[in-house]
Antibody, heavy 129, light 111 residues
Framework: QITLKESGPTLMKPTQTLTLTCTFS??????????VAWIRQPPGKALEWLAL???????RYSPSLKSRLTITKDTSKNQVLLTMTNMDPVDTATYYC?????????????????????WGQGTLVTVSS | QSVLTQPPSVSGAPGQRVTISCTGS?????????VQWYQQLPGTVPKLLFY???NRPSGVPDRFSGSKYGTSASLAITGLQAEDEADYYC???????????FGGGTKLTVV
């Protein structure tokens, strides 16, 4: 059974740097064909993909946020970290991490076909002065 | 403005059939990237409903069906039930934006 759980600060001030941790179980990020993504959802709004890290340490970032984001993994701890610099009130959202895999009919190199099959419970981050 | 366009809301009576559309472009659905659908019940975490256009994970009732044709995709729900009331999101990859994209979401109301 795959489980993921996000942790980190719930309240941030503008310009601060956010660091979120995704702690997971039921899979290993050293196994080929696996990734972990970060996705956020502002209150009452739609989902927005932020970043994805693959088992081989390849990384993808949302182009609109790329300059502010860093995603890393600690395979030994079963954790994925996301840092976002220069936080602003518009970054107030629930942040989710999600297990990501390719469809069964494609191999692990089908990077852009990965989807999000298991999600963490999410953590609400509020940015306010 | 989402890259994938969904109607903000749809509604139906119990037992009826409803469809939710997801309109993309040549840089996402039209480029051959699959569409996924997620269901988000009120106050809960998004749940995968379909992957690879029409593949249903185990546990998803067969009242739900997904399809994709060209630059559009559709989610259909037959035999509508009160428990289906939720927000539904389509998702794909966009090679012009170089990233995964979601639709704006559709709120399904069972009247």
């Amino acid at each position: 059974q795959i489980t993921l759980k996000e942790s980190g600060p719930t309240l941030m001030k503008p310009t601060q740097t956010l660091t979120l941790t995704c702690t997971f179980s039921g899979f290993s990020l050293s196994t080929g064909g696996v990734g972990v993504a970060w996705i956020r959802q502002p209150p009452g709004k739609a989902l927005e993909w932020l970043a994805l890290i693959y088992w081989n340490d390849d990384k993808r970032y949302s182009p609109s946020l790329k300059s502010r984001l860093t995603i890393t993994k600690d395979t030994s701890k079963n954790q994925v970290l996301l840092t976002m610099t220069n936080m602003d009130p518009v970054d107030t959202a629930t942040y989710y991490c999600a297990h990501s895999i390719p469809p069964y009919y494609l191999d692990s190199s089908a990077y852009y076909h990965y989807y999000f099959d298991s999600w963490g419970q999410g953590t609400l981050v509020t940015v306010s002065s | 403005q989402s890259v994938l366009t969904q109607p903000p809301s749809v509604s139906g009576a119990p037992g009826q059939r409803v469809t939710i559309s997801c309109t993309g472009s040549s840089s996402n659905l039209g480029a051959g990237y699959d569409v996924q659908w997620y269901q988000q019940l009120p106050g809960t975490v998004p749940k995968l409903l379909f992957y690879g256009n029409s593949n249903r994970p185990s546990g998803v009732p067969d009242r739900f069906s997904g399809s994709k044709y060209g630059t559009s995709a559709s989610l259909a729900i037959t035999g509508l039930q009160a428990e289906d009331e939720a927000d539904y999101y389509c998702q794909s990859y966009d090679n012009r934006l170089s990233g995964w994209v979601f639709g704006g979401g559709t709120k399904l109301t069972v009247v």
